[in-house]
């Protein structure tokens, strides 16, 4: 059913050469609900569709009856048993899907890649499963891609709640048991019996060789750091021989937790001792988000509201989303976050995927720990800390919101977050076009269209930081990938030689410089999987005025085209002295001008663009080599389907997914499917205004 749509028409009118403008009523509209028409999960879910909770249930009965797992009960999960992990949907090869979507095969039966903790090994591994069909399983084999490893190192793993409770209860008992006293006089709490003044930790992973895995365990009470950490060596399967490696406290670096013990006590070479008072926990301190100060206006009044007054000009069966002229599908993937399918304008592909691969947020500072804080956000997973978006702050409070369903290692059935992804349609309050003729000389007319559009919106709260991530849909066929960074800073404890890396912004806080990195997947079909890829470049050339003056030169500007043949030749490094328009094509599709079809053509628009700075693959930039260019494009296969994995927090060593490798076989490009790798970035270095959390004005 089509809903009628009514526009709100300008007639212009003129009197003494000046242009008065009269609005007419609209067109009276009929109204439509729209919104999520179909809730609940799809008794045949679409090739893009995240597991269900049946598939789920289903998927958990059959792998527990695999005697080869020798799976144990979730509840009893120990980083010594075999565990699953996490489960995903793992998609069909593209071209059964393809034939599938435009009706001419069968649709390819849906299955589950599992990630499974076998401690139970000798020695422990991670394995990776392919299981299904979902509808029923009936197979679980190994994965098997020529170009990662599978199984993975046991230290490799991604963090999971398992390890994670397993290495704070372990560790942090270590240091209480050797040094808590020293806790309890410098900072007045402690980890173990400590009531209600307890201090919390923020683990580092630390990459300790090839074939170890560490991390380092900063103390924490908020945005409140303290200047103590410890370097744990979590290698293998059993946490009795877990231990804590080196000590850092009060600016000096201890070999051991027995080392400082005895250097605190002896005060005959007395160390440089901290006492701080324990965080108040006061409604006025700066750490919280309670109001302070004066009320804004000094008369409450609620802000501006966006209103809906036919109702909601998109739909959405499941996950499949009908806006305008737009059609796709989303989905939200537990390893990498948010994703659609199918992007359709007018009926024609455009986009057969597009979506987040990876996040990371690289530090620096002069203490050990802050040194080394490279955090790669896929080693503990996207997707499942997008969760409990709240109408009229994260969205609007006419958004529509999706749940999404996860497995939990420790639970025996898929657990359902809430408000995971919200959608709605908003008025930019910027005209989309417009043009005014203001005298009768130009025209006298107006003519002009109000911008909105439809937002998918997800936001991964990841340790102290929010990221919000959008997918634009224009009315005119345009597609925006938006990100923003928010949430607490991850600040150190202040000290003199912390000054290269950051501002001191309170009594014991400074703001080091961070990295933020975005890496998104873009595979564009322009009129099918045969497309091209070229640059408009700009340039200057000087020329004389001709008939003019004939013997003046004058500068201007112009382009040339550029067909970009391999991947390496298309790994693109912005520049401003050589700008370019990028575009994506189908060779033979041309106007009677011999330009190509509007339709055959896509640009794709760089920005929020910044330039990572570490030395190629040197120390833990090897983790992420997509980040090198801003740009990059390869030919797709299946078995690259993502330009990182869940093992790049601690992998840098010896990467499972090398991103290099994607391009440096150097096929050839021209009438290729391709896929558009794009980096967004930006470098953060905190500012009071900072505090107490991040504001989003800069997005990328």
Not at 292 to 303: E, F, I, L, M, N
Not at 460 to 486: C, P
Not at 508 to 516: E, L, R, T, V
């Amino acid at each position: 059913m089509l809903a009628v749509v009514g526009a709100l028409v300008a007639v212009v009118l003129v009197k003494n050469k000046e242009i008065h403008a009269r609005t007419l009523m609209s067109t009276p509209c009929q109204r439509q609900d729209g919104g999520l028409l179909t809730s609940g999960d799809p008794k045949s879910p679409s090739p893009f569709h995240d597991i269900t909770t049946a598939e789920y249930s289903k998927l958990f009965s059959y792998l527990r009856s695999v005697p080869e797992l020798s799976l144990a009960d979730p509840c009893r999960a120990g980083v010594n048993t075999s565990n699953i992990f996490m489960a995903d949907l793992l998609l069909p090869p593209k071209r059964d899907v393809l034939k599938f979507l435009d009706g001419s095969g069968p649709q390819p039966p849906r299955e589950a890649r599992v990630l499974i903790f076998r401690g139970d090994k000798a020695p422990p591994v991670v394995e990776e499963y392919r299981v299904g069909p979902l509808s029923d399983p009936t197979y679980c084999t190994l994965i098997k891609n020529p170009v990662r490893r599978n199984p993975v190192q046991f230290a490799y793993r991604p963090v999971g709640f398992v390890e994670y409770f397993t290495a704070v209860e372990c560790i942090m008992k270590q240091v209480d048991q050797e040094v808590g006293f020293i806790l309890q006089e410098s900072y007045e709490a402690t980890f173990t019996d400590c009531g209600d003044k307890c201090l919390t930790t923020f683990l580092v992973a630390v990459g300790v060789s090839p074939d170890e895995k560490g991390c380092q365990e900063n103390l924490v009470v908020g945005l409140h750091p303290l200047d103590f950490g410890v370097l744990a060596n979590v290698d293998g399967s059993d946490p009795s021989l877990w231990k804590v490696e080196k000590v850092w406290y009060a600016g000096a670096l201890y070999e051991s937790l027995t080392e400082l013990a005895a250097r605190y006590r002896d005060i005959s070479n007395p160390i440089n001792k901290i006492k701080l008072p324990f965080v108040s926990t006061s409604r006025d301190l700066f750490s919280t988000q309670n109001l302070r100060g004066s009320p804004v206006p000094a008369t409450p009044k609620r802000p501006p509201l966006q209103v809906e007054p036919d109702g909601k000009r998109y739909t959405i069966k499941h996950r499949h989303v009908n806006y305008m002229q737009w059609d796709f599908d989303i989905r939200l993937s537990a390893f990498n976050g948010p994703q659609a399918y199918d992007i359709r304008f007018n009926g024609e592909r455009l986009v057969y995927e597009l979506g987040l691969s990876e996040i990371s947020v690289y530090y620096s500072g002069d203490n050990p720990i802050q040194r080394v804080t490279d955090i790669v956000d896929s080693g503990i997973l996207l997707g499942i800390h997008s969760k409990s978006l709240i109408p009229g702050a994260d969205c609007p409070e006419g958004a529509t919101f999706l749940n999404a369903s996860f497995l939990s290692e420790r639970m025996a059935a898929a657990t359902e977050l809430a408000q995971a992804t919200c959608v709605f349609e908003q008025n930019t309050a910027m005209p989309l076009r417009r043009h005014l003729a203001y005298s009768v000389s130009q025209g006298a007319f107006y003519g002009g269209m109000a911008s909105s559009v439809l937002v998918v919106r997800s936001i991964l709260t990841i340790l102290n930081y929010d990221y919000i991530l959008d997918f634009v849909f224009y009315q005119n066929g345009a597609l925006e990938v938006r990100a923003h960074s928010t949430g607490y800073i991850l600040s150190t404890f202040y000290r003199p030689q912390e000054a290269p890396y950051g501002f001191r912004l309170a009594e014991n806080i400074n703001g080091n410089i961070h990295h933020h990195m975005f890496h998104f997947k873009a595979d564009i079909d322009i009129l099918g999987t045969s497309n091209r890829y070229e640059t408009l470049d700009i340039s200057t050339e000087t020329v004389n005025l001709r008939q003019a003056v004939p013997d003046r030169q004058y500068t201007q500007t112009r382009f040339s085209r550029h067909l970009l043949r391999s991947e390496l030749q298309a790994l693109y490094n912005y520049s401003f002295d050589f700008p370019k328009y990028h575009l994506v094509y189908k060779e033979g599709q041309n106007t009677k001008y011999g330009v190509h079809e509007h339709s055959g053509k896509y640009l794709t628009i760089r920005t929020g663009m910044s330039k990572q700075l570490l030395p190629k693959d040197v120390d833990n930039e090897a983790t992420i080599p997509w980040a090198r260019q801003q740009l990059a494009v390869t030919v797709r296969k299946d078995n690259e389907q993502f330009s990182t994995s869940p093992y790049a927090l601690f992998d840098s060593f010896d990467p499972v997914v090398n991103f290099a490798n994607f391009y440096n076989d150097n096929e050839s490009i021209v009438d290729q499917d391709l896929v558009f790798w794009l980096t967004l970035g930006i470098h953060h270095i905190p500012h009071t205004e900072d505090l107490p959390v991040t504001p989003t004005q800069e997005k990328l």
